[in-house]
């Protein structure tokens, strides 16, 4: 099966501590992006990758960071400076900057 | 500064009539357009696009959206709504040109109910 998977489904995060969510594609995808949802306020752009070991802040990258080693794969880590994780987050990919994105099936942060 | 704005929070449709979740934006240039649908828990799935051409663009489920460059809408419709249309609705836009290309804006999501 081609698409985007994302993991863990549900993430529990205590204070303090960071963690990494996962995001990895077999579309031979360029593009990755991550994504943040809160209720009612639509989606966030958290980080993007247009290329291999290239990647930009978007709009909310305070308290986040991202690595792109592999074409396929593009982790999220939540650190301890991001005061208010608790949401879902989703990865998405595209064959270009031009494309479509299509989304992964996210993964929902929780704080103990 | 690159916008979406969906003005309805929540549309509620009667299963069999028609249906329109709202959509204007504001973008520099030439804008891509699409509309996605999420259902609970669930990533977003993609329905459909306007890059150029038609200004009627239809997609997956039977639904469509027209594109009126005047009023810089791009309203989703569906002939005859489903119970199974409903979900959470997202209206996005990309810039054609710029610093921001291939990023995409989204709107903040119109939830659509459809009762039998």
């Known amino acids: 099966d081609g698409g985007i998977t994302q993991s863990p489904k549900y993430l529990f995060r205590k204070e303090g501590q960071n963690v990494t969510l996962s995001c990895e594609q077999n579309l031979n995808h360029d593009a990755m992006y991550w994504y943040r949802q809160d209720p009612g306020q639509g989606l966030r752009l958290i980080y993007y990758s247009q290329i291999v070991n290239d990647f930009q802040k978007g709009d909310i990258a305070e308290g986040y960071s991202v690595s792109r080693e592999k074409k396929e794969s593009f982790p999220l880590t939540v650190t301890s400076a991001q005061k208010n994780p608790t949401a879902f987050y989703l990865c998405?990919?595209?064959?270009?900057?031009?494309?479509?994105?299509?989304f992964g099936p996210g993964t929902r942060l929780l704080v103990l | 500064a690159q916008s979406v704005a969906q003005p309805e929070d929540q549309v509620n449709v009667a299963e069999g009539n028609p249906l329109t979740v709202k959509c204007t934006y504001s973008v520099s240039g030439n804008p891509y357009l699409f509309w996605y649908v999420q259902y609970p828990n669930r990533g977003l799935q993609f329905l459909l696009k306007y890059i150029t051409g038609d200004n009627l663009v239809k997609g997956s489920y039977g639904f469509e959206a027209e594109f009126n460059k005047s009023q810089t809408s791009f309203h989703l419709k569906k002939p005859s709504a489903l119970v199974s249309d409903s979900a959470l609705y997202f209206c996005?836009?990309?810039?054609?040109?710029?610093?921001?290309?291939?990023?995409?804006?989204f709107g903040r999501g119109t939830q659509l109910t459809v009762w039998p």
């Open positions: 996005a836009v990309r810039p054609d040109r710029g610093s921001t290309l291939g990023r995409l804006y």
């Open positions: 998405a990919s595209s064959t270009g900057a031009e494309e479509t994105q299509y």
